[in-house]
T-cell receptor, first 113, second 114 residues
Framework: GEDVEQSLFLSVREGDSSVINCTYT??????LYWYKQEPGAGLQLLTY?????DMKQDQRLTVLLNKKDKHLSLRIADTQTGDSAIYFC?????????????FGSGTRLSIRP | NAGVTQTPKFQVLKTGQSMTLQCAQD?????MSWYRQDPGMGLRLIHY???????DQGEVPNGYNVSRSTTEDFPLRLLSAAPSQTSVYFC?????????????FGDGTRLSIL
């Protein structure tokens, strides 16, 4: 079945780059997403990538997709304290009912001074 | 533009009580869904709807009912609350089922069952 896995925690020094990794099992995945959840709030879509792309860049965010290894990563350049949050990887497939989005368990990013 | 609005934000129930979590969106989105978020488990889909009058089950539907009488509203009902339903519940909507459509989330309802 569909599964999305992420490590639970990441600690990064302010100003360094953060790299959050995700693996997924559904080879028919078409869209892969990164969501950000700040404390007490819902999830906010950060970026997404279509499965025929290898990379997508949006300001400080870079998404890399290795479709062969079913591996997705999110790189945040020049990490700031405001980047502290939980980051969810998610995927959807045209074969899942009504294009359901499957979420990973989330990676909690903490920033140290 | 309110987006997705969930009420209440917090609720404490006793085992066996019933309640309805409200969700409303003002973006005329066709697709709405309910998730529960538990520590270390990400978001799990409870029920979803692809339009008014149409609902279907997600991964963890047991103990929950939904209805979709209007495009705007998608309430989630707990008929007889159990401690295992203690969780944070998120409602979400998106314009259609196409993968490139972003999903908009409410701020969540934190529910505790004693």
């Amino acid at each position: 079945g569909e599964d999305v896995e992420q490590s639970l925690f990441l600690s990064v020094r302010e100003g360094d780059s953060s790299v959050i990794n995700c693996t997924y099992t559904d080879s028919s995945s078409t869209y892969l997403y990164w969501y950000k959840q700040e404390p007490g709030a819902g999830l906010q879509l950060l970026t997404y990538i279509f499965s025929n792309m290898d990379m997508k860049q949006d300001q400080r965010l870079t998404v890399l997709l290795n479709k062969k290894d079913k591996h997705l990563s999110l790189r945040i350049a020049d990490t700031q304290t405001g980047d502290s949050a939980i980051y969810f990887c998610a995927e959807t497939s045209p074969y899942s009912s009504a294009s359901k989005i499957i979420f990973g368990s989330g990676t909690r990013l903490s920033i140290r001074p | 533009n309110a987006g997705v609005t969930q009420t209440p934000k917090f609720q404490v129930l006793k085992t066996g009580q019933s309640m309805t979590l409200q969700c409303a969106q003002d973006m005329n989105h066709e697709y709405m869904s309910w998730y529960r978020q538990d520590p270390g488990m990400g978001l799990r889909l409870i029920h979803y709807s692809v339009g008014a009058g149409i609902t279907d089950q997600g991964e963890v539907p047991n103990g929950y009912n939904v209805s979709r009488s209007t495009t705007e509203d998608f309430p989630l009902r707990l008929l007889s609350a159990a401690p295992s339903q203690t969780s944070v519940y998120f409602c979400a909507s998106r314009r259609g089922t196409g993968g490139g459509q972003p999903q908009h989330f409410g701020d969540g309802t934190r529910l505790s069952i004693l």
